[in-house]
Every structure is written in structure tokens, then in C-alpha cells.
């Protein structure tokens, strides 16, 4: 899952960079590097430990990144989908644990198409985070940390929002803990 979610990309955008460089330096024109991650790259979910872990580092990529391809007009963009209903997922849910089912259901799931429509919004405007839904946009807040923020709506958003969204997290946390206990007891008596 290393390889492939954090290794992958990092490989990809090594390799496409000098000709991104290039096009730039030659035509004038701004480019985007879109990454996907997901709301299991913002908080930490029961089951997704590998899978976290390469999509928090995809976090740290894209903000070291942005740092470095800034001054060639290259805008990084990091995008936080729910689970989204593709074939992957399907498979995926075959073989789910159920705390995960009741945890993901937190942020509800969304369609390829939506997701899709809501990213190309995020890269047309430089956004440097892309929440895809509400609770993700509740999440972007919450998880804001030092992240660029090109808006000064979602900068001033961010700043008021802070210690209500810690607060609305940390409820969130009570109940998938509550959960993760009262499914172990529920094991433990059978
Ligand atoms: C501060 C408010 C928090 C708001 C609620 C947050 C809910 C977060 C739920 C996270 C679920 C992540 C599910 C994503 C999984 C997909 O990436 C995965 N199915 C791909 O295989």
C-alpha cells in the first residue's frame, strides 16, 4: 500500500516535473498537480492503519511540495474524498470490519461523478485543500494545522472555526471509541 499510494505518486509527480517546469518557463501558464487522498488521511480510522498512514503522507508530500514548485507557478492540490462508490469500494466492502462501516457512515459516501466534479472545482481555483462533502469541509477545518490557504474566506473560516470543529472532533472521537468498546463487549459475551 506504500508502494502504491505514497511511493506511486511521489514517483509519478518526480518524473512529470521537469517537463512541467519546462511547458511553464516556455508558454507562461500556471499548472496543477491534483493528489488524491482521502478523509482516512485526515483522522486516523479503525482498520485503515496501512492506508491512513499513506494518505496522511500524502499530506506532507504535497505540503513540501507546494513549497518547492511554488516559484514555477505549479499549484498542488489535495483532495479529501468519503468513500466514494467506484468498483474498489465495492470489493472493499466485502471484506470491511464493521466498526469501519460505522465509522466511514460518519461522513456518509458519495458518487465518482461528484467527487470528481468537486476536485476539478478545487484545481481550477488553486485550492490547496478539497473537501468533498460537509462533514469533509468540517474535517478540512478541524485539520487545518499549517496548510496554505490562497482563501481569505476559508483563512478567516479556518480561524473562527478552530476550536468549535476541535470540540465537534472530539465528540465524533467519543462515539467511534463508545462503538469500538461496546462492539468488543458485544464479542467478548459471545
Ligand atoms: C470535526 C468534524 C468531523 C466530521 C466527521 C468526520 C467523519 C470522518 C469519517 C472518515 C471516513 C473516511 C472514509 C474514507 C475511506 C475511503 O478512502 C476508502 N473507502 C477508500 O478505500
Given at each position: 500500500m506504500v508502494?502504491?499510494?505514497?511511493?506511486?505518486?511521489?514517483?509519478?509527480?518526480?518524473a512529470?516535473?521537469?517537463a512541467?517546469?519546462?511547458?511553464?518557463?516556455?508558454?507562461?501558464?500556471?499548472?496543477?498537480?491534483?493528489?488524491?487522498?482521502?478523509?482516512?488521511?485526515?483522522?486516523?480510522?479503525?482498520?485503515?492503519?496501512?492506508?491512513?498512514a499513506?494518505?496522511?503522507?500524502?499530506?506532507?508530500?504535497a505540503?513540501?511540495?507546494?513549497?518547492?514548485?511554488?516559484?514555477?507557478?505549479?499549484?498542488?492540490?489535495?483532495?479529501?474524498?468519503?468513500?466514494?462508490?467506484?468498483?474498489?469500494?465495492?470489493?472493499?466492502l466485502?471484506?470491511?470490519?464493521?466498526?469501519?462501516n460505522?465509522?466511514?457512515?460518519?461522513?456518509?459516501?458519495?458518487?465518482a461523478?461528484?467527487?470528481?466534479?468537486?476536485?476539478?472545482n478545487?484545481?481550477?481555483?488553486?485550492?490547496?485543500?478539497?473537501?468533498?462533502?460537509?462533514?469533509?469541509?468540517?474535517?478540512?477545518i478541524?485539520?487545518?494545522?499549517?496548510?496554505?490557504?490562497?482563501s481569505?474566506?476559508?483563512?478567516?473560516?479556518?480561524?473562527?472555526?478552530?476550536?468549535?470543529?476541535r470540540?465537534?472532533?472530539?465528540?465524533?472521537?467519543?462515539?467511534w471509541?463508545?462503538?469500538?468498546?461496546?462492539?468488543?463487549?458485544?464479542k467478548?459475551?459471545?
Amino acid at each position: 500500500m506504500v508502494e502504491v499510494n505514497l511511493m506511486g505518486t511521489f514517483h509519478l509527480i518526480k518524473a512529470a516535473l521537469p517537463a512541467m517546469k519546462q511547458r511553464g518557463k516556455e508558454t507562461g501558464l500556471p499548472a496543477s498537480i491534483a493528489i488524491m487522498s482521502s478523509q482516512a488521511g485526515q483522522v486516523g480510522v479503525y482498520g485503515y492503519t496501512a492506508y491512513s498512514a499513506t494518505k496522511f503522507g500524502l499530506r506532507g508530500l504535497a505540503e513540501a511540495l507546494q513549497q518547492e514548485v511554488i516559484m514555477d507557478n505549479i499549484h498542488v492540490t489535495l483532495i479529501f474524498p468519503p468513500d466514494t462508490e467506484t468498483p474498489g469500494l465495492a470489493q472493499e466492502l466485502k471484506i470491511r470490519p464493521e466498526i469501519t462501516n460505522a465509522i466511514a457512515a460518519s461522513s456518509g459516501g458519495m458518487k465518482a461523478d461528484d467527487v470528481a466534479q468537486k476536485a476539478l472545482n478545487g484545481i481550477k481555483s488553486a485550492q490547496f485543500v478539497v473537501p468533498c462533502n460537509f462533514e469533509g469541509t468540517m474535517l478540512s477545518i478541524a485539520t487545518a494545522g499549517l496548510s496554505p490557504q490562497r482563501s481569505y474566506l476559508m483563512a478567516f473560516n479556518e480561524v473562527l472555526g478552530a476550536s468549535l470543529m476541535r470540540f465537534v472532533g472530539l465528540c465524533f472521537q467519543w462515539n467511534w471509541f463508545s462503538t469500538i468498546e461496546k462492539w468488543h463487549a458485544k464479542k467478548k459475551c459471545k
